[in-house]
T-cell receptor, first 113, second 112 residues
Framework: GAVVSQHPSRVICKSGTSVKIECRSLDFQATTMFWYRQFPKKSLMLMATSNEGSKATYEQGVEKDKFLINHASLTLSTLTVTSAHPEDSSFYIC?????????FGPGTRLLVL | QQQVKQSPQSLIVQKGGISIINCAYENTAFDYFPWYQQFPGKGPALLIAIRPDVSEKKEGRFTISFNKSAKQFSLHIMDSQPGDSATYFCAARPSNDYKLSFGAGTTVTVRA
């Protein structure tokens, strides 16, 4: 299957700082990238959809100023959690999709102290 | 409102047994139905997927059965192994949107 990588895999930061998570589609022609958040023992919650060179589309209830998404190239999307707070602690997962299917990255565990 | 309903929430099966997970949907525009397997602390991995023009698809020990008229699809794990212990998510999406709607997930535990 296709490889979607995420970096970092884990990050611990202090409250008030910003954290950037990178998502790369390594061998898959993705037309769209997605960002999800997953709480323990829960399903995946879609945060936003992004396409290369255009603004991300955020799901209802997701603060776009808090979760900044940049999709600079076909294979790279970044999620920046700005002014992180403890309630932003979660498992963030990106995915890359096209008309055929969708592959997920390994996830990033964010802990905000 | 969850567009894809998944059951059971969890199941325990003996090694060698069959695990069956069911999903139901309402949106008739859905035309792609993947299943993902997720281990703790990892991202979901695409396991197997089906489109509504076929009623069954098998890959190794994993089989999807699809019933278009009932708007239901299921995953069967044959000869379940302890390594199959994971959370399984069904999902669906329409042809004109790449956004997946996920089920709530099923935690499968295979006892040796």
């Amino acid at each position: 299957g296709a490889v979607v990588s995420q970096h970092p895999s884990r990050v611990i930061c202090k409250s008030g700082t910003s954290v950037k998570i990178e998502c790369r589609s390594l061998d898959f022609q993705a037309t769209t990238m997605f960002w999800y958040r997953q709480f323990p023992k829960k399903s995946l919650m879609l945060m936003a959809t992004s396409n290369e060179g255009s603004k991300a589309t955020y799901e209802q209830g997701v603060e776009k100023d808090k979760f900044l998404i940049n999709h600079a190239s076909l294979t790279l999307s970044t999620l920046t959690v700005t002014s992180a707070h403890p309630e932003d602690s979660s498992f963030y997962i990106c995915s890359a999709g096209n008309q055929e299917t969708q592959y997920f990255g390994p996830g990033t565990r964010l802990l905000v102290l | 409102q969850q567009q894809v309903k998944q059951s059971p929430q969890s199941l325990i099966v003996q090694k060698g047994g069959i695990s069956i997970i069911n999903c139901a949907y309402e949106n008739t525009a859905f035309d792609y139905f993947p299943w993902y397997q997720q281990f703790p602390g990892k991202g979901p991995a695409l396991l197997i997927a089906i489109r509504p023009d076929v009623s069954e698809k098998k890959e190794g020990r994993f089989t999807i059965s699809f019933n278009k008229s009932a708007k239901q699809f299921s995953l069967h794990i044959m000869d379940s192994q302890p390594g199959d212990s994971a959370t399984y998510f069904c999902a669906a999406r329409p042809s004109n949107d790449y956004k997946l709607s996920f089920g709530a997930g099923t935690t499968v535990t295979v006892r040796a």
